[in-house]
């Protein structure tokens, strides 16, 4: 089987198989060699690596990946798209193919005796960040994840404080992210709207910010950007149900300046709000 595939072939198996891409479940196919070849080549694997793939589609990087590592669990949504791949990769001895929302299957479910793995994907554009928080918020993380996403999802990912988003902390709190390649909207087919990146998450074995409650910590965070073009002070007032003075003497205690936006902030400014609102007793209302 071959690593890479033009257009025309993909159009072919397709039609072959009764098949087309699904709009509605973000389907694009991966047809490019040196991305291909990106995506494996920052994974690093070896024969002992346990790989969790997450939307196979047509089995071009599971065989790669297949080649180079010890077990690959490749994990499919659409029916139709999990029966072609059990036909085409049956030569594959270390590769599993489950037809499964991975939404709703946990990695310890999916990983013989809790050992270490690795993620791989192309990620369907609609559903990244749900699936990129399912794994790093899991009780069994993997060690490292490299994924192909949308460009803009991307950059906002990797971002630095004063273009943070509540993804972007959500991720960096147990992850360091980091671009390697960028990627065309042809090297897929159907090609997509916009161009892909390749980002690369190293797991931390602890989340950077030191908390009491973890959960608690997000919930100030989503406050904050609750109303993301507000102030801080106006953000948080609306969370915690309480007066924007009010809020600002917090926000002074913490040493923040209480006109600055959510996506000014830095981890461990957020670290800091969480421990100035937690001691004052205030409980997050609603945001």
Known sequence: MKTSQPAASVRKLLRQFGLKARKGLGQHFLIDEASLQAVVDAA??????????????????????????????????????????????????NVDIINADILNVSPSQLVEGGNDYKVVANLPYYITSPILRHFVEASLKPSLMVVMVQREVGEAIVANPGKMTLLAI??????????????????????????????????????????????????????????????????????????????????????????????????????????????????????
């Open 44 to 93: 690093q694997l070896s024969p002992e690596d346990v790989v969790i793939e997450v939307g196979p589609g047509l089995g071009v990087l599971t065989a790669e990946l297949a080649r180079r590592a010890g077990k690959v669990i490749a994990v499919e949504l659409d029916t139709k798209l999990a029966s072609l791949l059990k036909h085409r990769l049956a030569s594959l001895s």
């Open 170 to 287: 959500s991720l960096q709190v147990y992850s360091k992210p980091k671009i390697v390649s960028y990627v065309s909207a042809q090297s897929f087919y159907p090609s997509p709207k916009v161009d892909s990146v390749i980002v690369r998450f190293e797991l931390l074995p602890e989340p950077v910010v030191k908390v009491a409650d973890i959960n608690s910590f997000f919930d100030v965070v989503r406050c904050g950007f609750s109303s993301s073009r507000k102030q801080l002070h106006n953000s948080l007032a609306q969370g915690l149900g309480v007066k924007p003075a009010e809020v600002v003497l917090l926000l002074d205690k913490a040493g923040i300046e209480p006109k600055r936006r959510a996506e000014t902030l830095s981890l461990e400014e957020w670290a800091r709000l969480y421990e100035v609102l937690m001691p004052s007793g205030k409980d997050i209302v609603s945001c």
